[in-house]
């Protein structure tokens, strides 16, 4: 499977952004409104400079209490965002994220961000694709 088809399976969803200057309060709040774990950071709604995950505003807090809460999203989001395209495997992604030891990746084709994806996504993609093949295979023993 490619993720283009997890993007599909997702719909019309549009990608959740933030600006640098976007108060670590304020993503907090974001994420918990739209019960999700992640936003791009972006500057112009496109182009990634970094991804802000509620691990990373826990890691702030414990390390500096509520006032981290004042701190501004480029100071704490990882810059170093691994990408994949509509055309790659999921499990070429998969395999990326668990090396990784991240759980989103933004999706470019040309350049432009068309979504982001999750390792949740990509394990329920993983498990429908599993599903069909054992429904096949139990169709050619059973002769059907």
């Known amino acids: 499977m490619q993720v283009m088809q997890i993007l599909k399976d997702k719909g019309d969803l549009p990608v959740i952004t933030v600006t640098p200057e976007t108060s670590l309060a304020d993503v907090a709040n974001l994420l918990s409104s739209k019960r999700i774990g992640a936003v791009v950071v972006t500057l112009d709604g496109n182009k990634v400079v970094g991804i802000l995950s509620e691990r990373d505003i826990v890691r702030e807090v414990a390390r500096r209490g509520s006032a981290c809460l004042t701190m501004l999203a480029g100071d ?9 395209g509509p055309s790659d495997s999921t499990d070429a992604v998969m395999e990326s994220m668990t090396e990784g030891r991240f759980r989103h990746m933004p999706v470019r084709q040309n350049g432009d961000m068309i979504g982001v994806i999750s390792i949740g996504d990509v394990v329920k993609a993983r498990l429908a694709e599993l599903h069909m093949e054992k429904e096949a295979l139990t169709g050619m023993i059973m002769g059907n």
């Open 76 to 84: 704490v989001m990882t810059r170093d965002i691994k990408c994949c």
